[in-house]
């Protein structure tokens, strides 16, 4: 990592740096999910063991956008390139080490049942997200490659600017997510603050993209009071260009780096996601599938079928879909 302050803050954060340009955090949701059973709503959703679950970032100090909504640290300028870059085998290695590093303290912890401690040092599932933009680390496909071969299935989580990215995934990853946190180039310019000109022509070239992956695919919205709730008609018009399998309207949470950018009045309740999601809903014909209140976030799916990750049976969790929205 080229900015040692960053790496240092990081560091005091709680990220266990993992290489030049990685690290690896621990989750609240698995912490939640060994102490006390709960899940994340990617687990109410999609059935992903928070327990199991590593988050972890291939780009921590390269990103193109700066979005006043991110509780990440900002302040890189990498412009998309990655000079140097570590070895995807010793990334993965390292990752997992990190996580197991992390978890230590929790073995004998009375609350953390010995066998569900056992199952962490596993990891089943890696959110490659937390910061950056992880398309932009060059090796990727090779990472997901090895993922994918120990029977660990993959998130990837992109701002979806970078379409050559996503055009040149193989293999592609087993759930990947889009955020579309603008309803139109004005108000993306506002509140992502872009670096390079024309990334909002590329977010409108990879949705395009998205469309046509034989993949499981997710638009999430992430809706900010003030700054991006509303335009539902626009919103919808840009879900109807990708198709996703599934819409995640999602509410600004305040924490971390975004309440130095933004305040509490710009924290929408659940009931103004579950009124966007409702509206949204009816305009692109998708279902009301599921919701989690406590993450503020809405499921719309076309139908139910194709939540649960590979590997997991198709009852382990409940699916409740909800009706049609009139």
């Known amino acids: 990592m080229g900015d040692q302050d960053l790496s240092t803050e990081l560091a005091g954060q709680g990220y266990q740096l993992t290489g030049r340009h990685s690290a690896v955090k621990l989750c609240y949701w698995t912490k939640e999910s060994l102490v006390r059973g709960r899940d994340c709503y990617k687990g109410r959703f999609y059935g992903i063991e928070s327990h199991r679950c590593l988050q972890m970032s291939p780009a921590i100090d390269s990103c193109n956008l700066h979005c006043r909504f991110c509780w990440r640290n900002q302040g890189w300028e990498n ?4 000079p140097e870059y570590d070895d995807p085998e ?3 290695d390292r990752s997992i080490e990190a996580q197991r590093r992390i978890l230590s303290g ?4 009375a609350s953390v049942p010995l066998a569900r401690w056992n199952e962490s040092q ?4 890696v959110a490659i997200s937390l910061t950056g933009e992880p ?18 299935t993959t998130f990837l989580v992109t701002n979806g600017t970078n379409p050559d990215g996503l055009r040149a995934l193989d293999p592609l990853p087993t759930q990947l997510y889009v955020s579309v946190t603008a309803p139109n180039a004005a108000v993306f310019e506002r509140l992502t603050l872009p670096g390079p000109d024309g990334a909002w022509r590329r977010l409108l070239e990879s949705l395009e993209i998205v469309r046509g992956l034989a993949t499981r695919r997710v638009v999430r919205h992430t809706l900010v009071r003030g700054w ?8 919808a018009g840009l879900d109807s260009i990708a198709r996703p399998d599934f819409i995640e309207p999602k509410g600004y949470v305040y924490m971390g780096k975004s309440r130095q950018r933004l305040g509490r009045d710009h924290v929408p309740e659940h009931e103004e996601i579950a009124a966007f999601a409702l509206r949204l809903a009816h305009r692109t014909g998708y279902r009301v599938l599921d919701e989690s209140p406590e993450s503020k976030v809405v499921l719309l799916g076309r139908s139910a079928e194709g939540r649960y990750l590979p590997g997991l049976a198709p009852g382990e969790r409940p699916v409740r879909p909800l009706p049609m929205v009139e």
């Open 79 to 82: 412009d998309g390139v990655m």
């Open 228 to 235: 991006n709730l509303g335009w539902v008609e626009a919103y």
């Open 106 to 109: 929790f073995k004998g912890d």
């Open 135 to 152: 398309t932009l680390y060059p090796k990727l496909n090779r990472y997901l490659e090895l993922c994918h071969a120990r029977g660990i």
């Open 90 to 92: 010793l990334l993965l």
């Open 122 to 125: 596993s990891p089943r599932h």
